[in-house]
């Protein structure tokens, strides 16, 4: 008897202990494979006989369409794998792996190394594979694929997906995602989400405000105006502490889409030449400065900290409108904002260059120093591909899977309080009408700490009120960065 829970059971137990409610731990998940019903893994046993001089011939079990072939289903080995996804994110991952492994090769023991903490993970990677550690499988991000895949610590998969191809690859995965993981006409990465970013918007907070919910006709004039309106100081010392509004300015991946909708950018198309000194590249900049500098409608991180509070949890509390934040945040968020006020979801503004969407996401990456390649690459195409696994991999991990047809999945349930059509329109929609992330390069991971962060964070702590004093910095350490040999 198999069990197949349904989507909104799914998504509830992801949350809650879903291998808890079932009566195991992550360690006894060998359990769920046969609790799980996945039948496009099932390795149906197709008996021909004919009789041949009384003898009974039996022709060999059909072999799955799952397996290349080309690795022996009696292999005993140690396959290894690294992500820095934790105990809530791999439940989903760990479940697959089971099935797959007890399916298929039962004599392979996994060995994981997840729960890496992400800063961590970018220097201990780079570290093992520049020594030739063994890992079998990887978590790659895209901001990540091209310094790893010019360093040559990437399998390129062009010759396995083109003879063992997935279901519907490349058409119906993300074209977006699907970029980001190719390098000099390689590709380097199969796209496990889709991640696009939009507003979560105060109903109860705009409402009292008289502040209509924005679409995504609404420009970023607009939204400071609204924001100027949302902003209080409620206690009387001359400071807010209600903010109207919240953008990501910490990491240049989630700034991007502002800078595009004024028509900057941070690098020419071939990466050979920096943008930052183009004046919509300051205006942007500029604007942002602004909403905390100026016109003190959206904090800064220390204003946070220093009351215990980052953006997420100062939104949940009621102390900021409007928050953007990705998709999969508004299941962390449902379970801390409960009933304390009504919510929803708004599309991002359109700027004076257009109307610009950030998307992001991940994949799964086979290390050039993998022992079993071609099994890690089965592994990758079964847990990402598979029909049966997108569909749970959506509800539990509360993501859009790489694949387009299985979005619904990971939409959030009506019990969490959010319009789920508002949700899907704002986020999945226009994401992938709108979506843009910058071009990564393999200088991209140097690049963000070294001139990003280390030039704009004068910016985003008051210290530089010029915009164009930081981004004539940024253009010259980027320029000097990108023309390095």
Partial sequence: ?????????????????????????????????????????????????????????????????????????????????????????????????????STFYPNVELQGDWGIPWGDYWTKLPTQLAAGAVIDMMWMHDTRAPSFADKGWLLPLDDLLEAYPPPDWPDKFYPTQVESFRWNGKQYGIPYDFAPGGFYVNLDLLEEAGVDVPTEDWTMEDLLEAALKLTKDTNGDGEPDQWGVHIPTAWSAGFYWVVKNFGGDFWDENVTESKFNMPETITAFQYASDLMWKHKVMPSATMLQGSGLEAGTAFASGLIAMFWSLNDEAFALAEVVGDKFKWTTAPSPRGPAGRFQFVGGSAFSIPTSSSQPELAYELARWTLTNPANLKISGAMGSQFTGHVDYYEYGLPQPETGLDVEAFKHAMYDLGKRDGIHPIYHPKFLEWEPSVYQAVFDSVWIGEELDAAVACQQAHDLTNELLQAS
């Fill in 1 to 101: 008897m198999f069990y197949r829970p349904n989507r909104s059971q799914l998504q509830r137990l992801s949350r809650r202990q879903f291998l808890k409610q079932l009566g195991v731990g992550l360690a006894g998940a060998s359990f769920l494979s046969g609790c799980v019903a996945v039948p496009q893994t099932q390795t149906v046993e197709k008996v021909v006989t004919v009789e041949v001089e009384k003898e009974v011939i039996k022709e060999v079990p059909q072999q799955s369409p799952w397996i290349t072939g080309q690795v022996p289903s009696d292999l005993t080995a140690t396959f290894k794998y690294s992500s820095w996804e934790g105990e809530a994110e791999m439940r989903k991952w760990l479940l697959h792996f089971d099935n797959f492994f």
